[in-house]
């Protein structure tokens, strides 16, 4: 492993490596306004979600590393104590990266880079209608982090209102991951777009026990076909299947073919493990459970 401490390499570069390895990161995309009326808009990807009751977002505003300068938002955040967070979908992302653009105080980013500024309800900046969900945000604290450039400025925001577009809602009432189409940053200029085959589904009820990877039998845990997310998903299993499953699984026409194959018992094992993979990726993990269990009643001639 490359081994970096901090203060050892140019802040810059430890920035990127930082920014490359905790990612992909949700993007704030905050409009604020100064004590002047002037609308202001800038993109931040350290950013996330931090309590539902409260409901608490925050997102930090860095210095600058070129020259320790802070940034519009966080004048105006210190001016008004007020925001909005507005999330960044596929459709607007080249133009949020124009909004990015470290423009002089007085120029609007919703004129350069083209979004439409809307009203809020309950605070003073104004919402960005291409955005299919908006935040209307109380500044409660800014905590500084340091007084050097890359050092960040946590802004702690409480939701008092969220707006959310109903063509992303899905027929249960949530929002749809497809539907929404949002933008997460990586390091560097690598973005990645959250739908489509992007979206992986990972289903682990956490309230029940589970008998772990350590309960797993070892030709499991030592195959050579399964990978580790398949030996993730039998850790995940409440109880080893029982003879109900295995009856199953021994009726499969697979699982027949390769009991019945006149290869090595080695060669049968094998056969029986790749049917397991299989099932696995059916989300099958009971049944894949099942054909492990029959490859290890084989035995060597």
């Given at each position: 492993?490359?081994?970096?401490?901090?203060?050892?390499?140019?802040?810059?570069?430890?920035?990127?490596?930082?920014?490359?390895?905790?990612?992909?990161?949700?993007?704030?995309?905050?409009?604020?306004?100064?004590?002047?009326?002037?609308?202001?808009?800038?993109?931040?990807?350290?950013?996330?979600?931090?309590?539902?009751?409260?409901?608490?977002?925050?997102?930090?505003?860095?210095?600058?590393?070129?020259?320790?300068?802070?940034?519009?938002?966080?004048?105006?955040?210190?001016?008004?104590?007020?925001?909005?967070?507005?999330?960044?979908?596929?459709?607007?992302?080249?133009?949020?990266?124009?909004?990015?653009?470290?423009?002089?105080?007085?120029?609007?980013?919703?004129?350069?880079?083209?979004?439409?500024?809307?009203?809020?309800?309950?605070?003073?900046?104004?919402?960005?209608?291409?955005?299919?969900?908006?935040?209307?945000?109380?500044?409660?604290?800014?905590?500084?982090?340091?007084?050097?450039?890359?050092?960040?400025?946590?802004?702690?925001?409480?939701?008092?209102?969220?707006?959310?577009?109903?063509?992303?809602?899905?027929?249960?009432?949530?929002?749809?991951?497809?539907?929404?189409?949002?933008?997460?940053r990586m390091g560097r200029s690598y973005y990645v777009r959250c739908?489509?085959?992007?979206?992986?589904?990972?289903?682990?009820?956490?309230?029940?026990?589970?008998?772990?990877?350590?309960?797993?039998?070892?030709?499991?845990?030592?195959?050579?076909?399964?990978?580790?997310?398949?030996?993730?998903?039998?850790?995940?299993?409440?109880?080893?299947?029982?003879?109900?499953w295995i009856s199953r699984a021994r009726q499969r026409t697979d699982?027949?073919?390769?009991?019945?194959?006149?290869?090595?018992?080695?060669?049968?094992?094998?056969?029986l493990h790749q049917i397991a993979h299989t099932l696995l990726q059916?989300?099958?993990?009971?049944?894949?459970?099942?054909?492990?269990?029959?490859?290890?009643?084989?035995?060597?001639?």
């Amino acid at each position: 492993m490359k081994k970096i401490d901090p203060g050892t390499i140019p802040t810059f570069d430890f920035h990127q490596f930082i920014l490359g390895s905790v990612a992909p990161r949700p993007i704030a995309f905050v409009s604020t306004i100064d004590e002047n009326g002037t609308p202001n808009l800038a993109p931040y990807s350290f950013f996330n979600a931090f309590s539902s009751n409260p409901p608490v977002l925050i997102f930090s505003s860095n210095r600058r590393v070129q020259d320790n300068t802070t940034k519009d938002t966080l004048h105006n955040i210190e001016a008004t104590r007020q925001c909005v967070i507005n999330v960044v979908t596929y459709s607007m992302v080249r133009k949020m990266a124009v909004a990015s653009v470290e423009f002089p105080p007085q120029v609007n980013e919703f004129e350069k880079a083209g979004f439409t500024p809307i009203p809020s309800d309950l605070v003073r900046p104004p919402r960005v209608k291409e955005s299919p969900v908006h935040f209307e945000c109380e500044v409660f604290d800014i905590r500084p982090l340091g007084e050097h450039g890359g050092a960040g400025n946590l802004v702690f925001c409480r939701v008092l209102r969220m707006h959310i577009d109903p063509q992303i809602i899905d027929h249960r009432g949530r929002i749809d991951p497809h539907r929404i189409d949002l933008m997460g940053r990586m390091g560097r200029s690598y973005y990645v777009r959250c739908s489509g085959e992007a979206i992986y589904t990972v289903v682990q009820p956490v309230t029940q026990l589970v008998i772990g990877y350590d309960a797993l039998p070892d030709s499991v845990k030592t195959s050579d076909v399964l990978t580790a997310n398949d030996i993730g998903l039998l850790a995940g299993l409440t109880a080893w299947p029982d003879a109900s499953w295995i009856s199953r699984a021994r009726q499969r026409t697979d699982v027949q073919r390769a009991l019945q194959s006149d290869q090595s018992t080695k060669s049968r094992k094998r056969a029986l493990h790749q049917i397991a993979h299989t099932l696995l990726q059916m989300s099958q993990r009971k049944l894949a459970a099942a054909v492990l269990t029959i490859a290890d009643t084989l035995e060597e001639p």
